[in-house]
């Protein structure tokens, strides 16, 4: 597969009290299946349209690509279910005590 600079799941994260896109956002990504366990990727809104196109893995995990079965995760192979979440660090962009929500 040809290098990119876009992984296959982005995020754009907008502020809701603004309206406005949310930059410096700390962003989890985890990535597990029924037939592997969870991995874990991280990022940092630094664009200033809030927006998340690459993640940073540990040494030793695959590439989001390799993590998603490279072409055709959406596909779903056979017995393998995908499962992704997105956990947001609110508290670190609004502050303590500005948040219901800290992450």
């Known amino acids: 597969m040809a290098s990119s600079t ?3 799941i982005t ?3 907008l502020d809701q ?3 406005l896109p949310a930059p410096a956002v700390a962003v989890t990504l ?3 299946s029924s037939t592997s ?3 874990t990727y991280t990022a940092l809104t630094s664009t200033t349209d809030g ?3 690459t993640w940073t893995r540990a040494p030793e995990s695959p590439t989001l690509f390799e993590a ?3 072409h055709d995760w959406m596909t779903q192979e056979a017995g393998r279910k995908v499962v992704c979440s997105l956990k947001f660090n609110t508290l670190q962009y609004f502050g303590e005590g ?3 929500f800290p992450e």
């Open 11 to 13: 995020c754009h994260v």
């Open 30 to 32: 985890t990535v597990g």
């Open 51 to 53: 927006r998340i196109n």
């Open 37 to 39: 366990k969870a991995l």
């Open 98 to 100: 500005k948040t219901f």
């Open 17 to 19: 009290t603004t309206g």
């Open 68 to 70: 998603l079965g490279v």
């Open 6 to 8: 876009r992984d296959p």
